[in-house]
């Protein structure tokens, strides 16, 4: 059996069940939020990992082989907030529940899409940075600090032109709404001072001009790559993820080297998906960051890629062959 885990909205696994559906896998999708709403259970010495869904006892133990860990659901992270409990409790549900999540890596012989515990390993980007150069991407120019002083020389050694970007999570959440940290070209630092600058780390990078976005999904052996455009064939500066008109993606093959090097970087890292941000600037490819859980159904629906149909080939092989 393969077994998705995700939530509710996800489009992603939209997308993938209606594949899944008329093949020969059976396949079990848990939205993971509903676990509070529904029923589980673990047991020794005999091992077993019982799950209900629509009335139906599953032991996870005994039937999966194949898990696609997309992205998982939080307790009543989509409840109305008059009806959740308080916080406290939320965050001790939460945390019970990641724990219990983090636990199917104790059912042995399952192929994973990704493995959770190397998905998170993935998520550095200082550890993407020195991968790629230790397997011969080319990456920009980067300082990452909380230090003005260093931040500021380092602005003057690229010519004053750099941009800034988040070190981890870009997403800013708060009560009345939720804020994302993009790719902003930086201005000089004279009017931060210290303290504000100290309060967390950055990346610094060289401001790459006249470059072309690429989005290279990389799925096991197979990669899909897209040129970021807009409709006049020219490129995007500064982060192309603000434009939200005039864009096109269009599917572009890689030079081979740096395709294999891309495939490489996510075996290196122990996956089997991957979504890879590449520029090209003076004819020079260098690599930006890899994101080991990226979205990918608005890419294969502008693009006509057939991201969906590699991922389920992938499953229902891992499915059929443990």
């Given at each position: 059996?393969?077994?998705?885990?995700?939530?509710?909205?996800?489009?992603?696994?939209?997308?993938?069940?209606?594949?899944?559906?008329?093949?020969?896998?059976?396949?079990?999708?848990?939205?993971?939020?509903?676990?509070?709403?529904?029923?589980?259970?673990?047991?020794?010495?005999?091992?077993?990992?019982?799950?209900?869904?629509?009335?139906?006892?599953?032991?996870?133990?005994?039937?999966?082989?194949?898990?696609?860990?997309?992205?998982?659901?939080?307790?009543?992270?989509?409840?109305?907030?008059?009806?959740?409990?308080?916080?406290?409790?939320?965050?001790?549900?939460?945390?019970q529940?990641?724990?219990?999540?983090?636990?199917l890596?104790?059912?042995?012989?399952?192929?994973?899409?990704?493995?959770?515990?190397?998905?998170?390993?993935?998520?550095?980007?200082?550890?993407?940075?020195?991968?790629?150069?230790?397997?011969?991407?080319?990456?920009?120019?980067?300082?990452i600090?909380?230090?003005?002083?260093?931040?500021?020389?380092?602005?003057?050694?690229?010519?004053?032109?750099?941009?800034?970007?988040?070190?981890?999570?870009?997403?800013?959440?708060?009560?009345?709404?939720?804020?994302?940290?993009?790719?902003?070209?930086?201005?000089?630092?004279?009017?931060?001072?210290?303290?504000?600058?100290?309060?967390?780390?950055?990346?610094?990078?060289?401001?790459?001009?006249?470059?072309?976005?690429?989005?290279?999904?990389?799925?096991?052996?197979?990669?899909?790559?897209?040129?970021?455009?807009?409709?006049?064939?020219?490129?995007?500066?500064?982060?192309?993820?603000?434009?939200?008109?005039?864009?096109?993606?269009?599917?572009?093959?890689?030079?081979?080297?740096?395709?294999?090097?891309?495939?490489?970087?996510?075996?290196?890292?122990?996956?089997?998906?991957?979504?890879?941000?590449?520029?090209?600037?003076?004819?020079?490819?260098?690599?930006?960051?890899?994101n080991?859980?990226?979205e990918?159904?608005?890419?294969?629906k502008?693009?006509?890629?057939?991201?969906?149909?590699?991922?389920?080939?992938?499953?229902?092989?891992?499915?059929?062959?443990?």
């Open positions: 059996m393969i077994l998705i885990l995700s939530n509710k909205h996800d489009i992603s696994v939209d997308y993938l069940m209606r594949l899944l559906s008329g093949m020969e896998s059976k396949v079990l999708r848990i939205n993971t939020e509903d676990f509070v709403d529904g029923k589980t259970c673990v047991t020794f010495p005999r091992f077993s990992y019982r799950i209900e869904k629509n009335g139906i006892d599953h032991d996870l133990a005994e039937e999966i082989r194949s898990v696609w860990f997309r992205r998982p659901g939080k307790p009543f992270e989509f409840t109305p907030e008059a009806l959740r409990p308080n916080r406290s409790v939320v965050a001790f549900a939460e945390d529940w990641h724990a219990y999540i983090e636990s890596k104790s059912i042995d012989n399952v192929f994973w899409i990704n493995d959770p515990d190397r998905d998170h390993i993935a998520e550095n980007k200082i550890l993407q940075l020195k991968l790629a150069t230790e397997i011969g991407l080319r990456v920009p120019k980067t300082c600090t909380n230090n003005k002083e260093e931040a500021t020389h380092f602005m003057e050694e690229c010519g004053g032109k750099i941009v800034a970007k988040a070190l981890s999570s870009p997403l800013i959440e708060e009560k009345e709404r939720d804020y994302f940290v993009f790719t902003n070209c930086v201005q000089p630092f004279q009017n931060v001072n210290e303290q504000e600058f100290s309060v967390a780390p950055s990346i610094f990078q060289e401001l790459l001009e006249n470059k072309i976005d690429y989005r290279v999904t990389i799925i096991g052996d197979d990669y899909y790559a897209v040129r970021v455009v807009r409709e006049s064939d020219n490129g995007v500066p500064g982060d192309w993820r603000i434009i939200k008109e005039g864009l096109k993606f269009v599917p572009s093959p890689l030079p081979r080297d740096i395709a294999g090097k891309c495939v490489k970087m996510v075996k290196k890292f122990g996956l089997v998906f991957g979504a890879i941000d590449l520029v090209c600037a003076s004819d020079e490819f260098y690599f930006l960051e890899i080991p859980n990226g990918w159904a608005w890419l294969q502008v693009s006509g890629l057939p991201i969906a149909e590699t991922i389920a080939d992938c499953l229902v092989q891992g499915d059929a062959n443990k």
